[in-house]
């Protein structure tokens, strides 16, 4: 038992170390290829379950218990490797954002034309009516970063990126109506 002496608790842990490392063997390196350092993951787990044991309701066995934590930050650290070589900041790496690939990519019609207009109103809004930390977001967003990705970049947590991003929407469709733009032209537009 985790909560007993000494002797008990270390054989526990030594149990509930080799059991989490068993499952997320199977369960992560087979599915994603095995770009985990697994004692990593399950050392952060073994210290996420110590600092959360009084949590534990009984409501599961305490091993789904432990794995779904493990379970978590090993796909958090997944989430992290695959991520990392995207920017916030659209100066950095290539300097641009699936936005701005987007622009020009088409033919010469006029659908793609109009849709080219719209994409470049949009990046002109982004960068002139938003806030630094509501384009890093929005930006984010765009280039399919997970919310809880963008928080850590930017130093915040989920509920103030969901809170920048929605203000940001706000932003652009008023920026879009101003110019004569309704979201209905965007979303006609641009699927």
């Known amino acids: 038992m985790l909560t007993a002496d000494s002797a008990q608790r270390e054989r526990a842990l030594e149990d509930l170390r080799d059991f989490l490392l068993r499952g997320l063997n199977r369960s992560l390196t087979q599915c994603y290829g095995g770009q985990l350092d697994l004692e990593d ?3 952060m787990a073994l210290v996420k379950i110590l600092d959360s044991l009084e949590s534990f309701r009984g409501q599961s066995r305490f091993t789904t218990w432990a794995m779904s934590i493990a379970v978590r930050i090993g796909i958090s650290q997944l989430r992290r490797h695959y991520f990392r070589d995207v920017s916030l900041d659209p100066g950095s790496a290539d300097g641009k954002s699936s936005l701005e690939l987007s622009i020009g990519t088409s033919g010469p019609s006029d659908e793609s034309a109009s849709r080219n207009s719209v994409l470049s109103l ?3 809004l982004i960068d002139t009516e938003l806030t630094d930390r ?3 977001a929005i930006r984010g967003t765009l280039d399919g970063l997970p919310v809880e990705e963008i928080a ?4 915040s947590n989920r509920n103030a990126v969901y809170k920048l991003v929605h203000d940001a929407r706000l932003r652009l469709r008023e920026g879009f109506e101003a110019r004569g733009v309704t979201m209905e032209d965007v979303l006609e537009t641009i699927s």
């Not at 850590?152 to 130093?155: A, E, I, N, Q």
């Open 41 to 43: 993951v399950v050392q």
């Open 152 to 155: 850590v970049r930017m130093s």
């Open 134 to 136: 509501q384009r890093m």
């Open 122 to 124: 949009l990046q002109t």
